[in-house]
């Protein structure tokens, strides 16, 4: 009769959770993301738009086109940056673009240290509607999509709403990896908490808030040295009694080449910015590292079927719940080697090391003040 050894009850137990999150969070993503989005037939009300501008954006143009081309004729839109090339270009599409109202404002460097804050300082006090959403400039914001996600606004009626994102096909082999990894390290604790407890925070691609919450905060001055600028907006009005809330519609983002250097810093970042935001759920986060951990363990003793099992089962399950992430479904070797890292990128950030951000190293520890007794 098959015995196991006393000291693989604790393995297999944390397997068996590890493959067990994978499953749930794979349904939870399914019923959450539903590919069909029916709109509402009310008329949409107007609203404002930021859209702050990052320097050199590939396919800029093509962008801001299908955005503003997906517009309501009273909407406002407000483009901001630091950039002349980028300024002309939304010049340019504003006066194509008329009678819609398009403001390009030139903004400087220097009033945060969050260079998307920085933008939405200079631009908060030109906004016309009680209503604004901030979409970031590789954002794929079409008609289809923007009509799903504020029709869902106005039917839900949450004080603020974001969207859950997806990453287009990558042009290389660092960039497919990086929306793998990414798209497995976020959503699936995403829906897990979506369906079982209170929503507190928002995610950055797209996020729609009401203005006077934003006011009531003190003005996005206050997220100026935020590293994770979405997540301090969602629990400062959640913390203010505002509703906080992830929409089901998907907003696609633009894929670029990434070198395995920009690939490393960005998951060191990731990891290192969920320890910030979540120091108790990443604590906890090794649990859910079932492939990584298993291969590991295979690596001690390979000639073991019972490691072996349990690693081909636990890679199963995180494929499972790749099948279920928005946007491109990722390959399986995609998928198990960014299971493989997300351990080592755990242990990383666990580390007092620097992260990479906006081109400059910061130490968290040292330099970013703000937290939650701080919002509260």
Known sequence: MFKISPRWIPILGAAVFSAGFSVLTAVLLRRWLAPDLPIPGQPLEPVTFFRPIKSRE??????????????????????????????TLCKELAERFAPLEVLCIPTAKG?????????LVQME?????????ILDSDTLADRVFLQAFRSEWQTCQADALSAPYALARGANAPARLDAAASALALWPGVALLRAFSRVDFLTGACMAVKANFVQRMGGFRILGDELAEDHALGHCIANLGGSVAIARAILPLDATRMTWREFALHQHRTFATFRRCNPGGSLGLPLTHGCGLSFFWLLQRPLSPVRWL????????RLFTARALPGPRPAPHEVWLSGLLDPVFWILSRLPLPVSWAGKWNHLSAQWTADRNRQN
């Not at 143009?61 to 002349?84: A, H, N």
């Not at 009033?111 to 933008?119: D, G, T």
Request: hydrophobic share 35%.
């Open 58 to 87: 590939p396919g800029l143009r093509t962008k801001l086109l299908t955005f503003l081309s997906s517009l309501e004729p009273g909407d406002q839109v407000l483009f901001g940056t630091t950039d002349e090339p980028e300024l």
């Open 111 to 119: 009033f945060c240290k969050n260079p998307k804050i920085n933008k």
């Open 125 to 133: 006090s030109l906004a016309r509607y009680p209503r604004w959403i």
């Open 310 to 317: 349990t690693h081909l089962a636990l890679f199963g399950s």
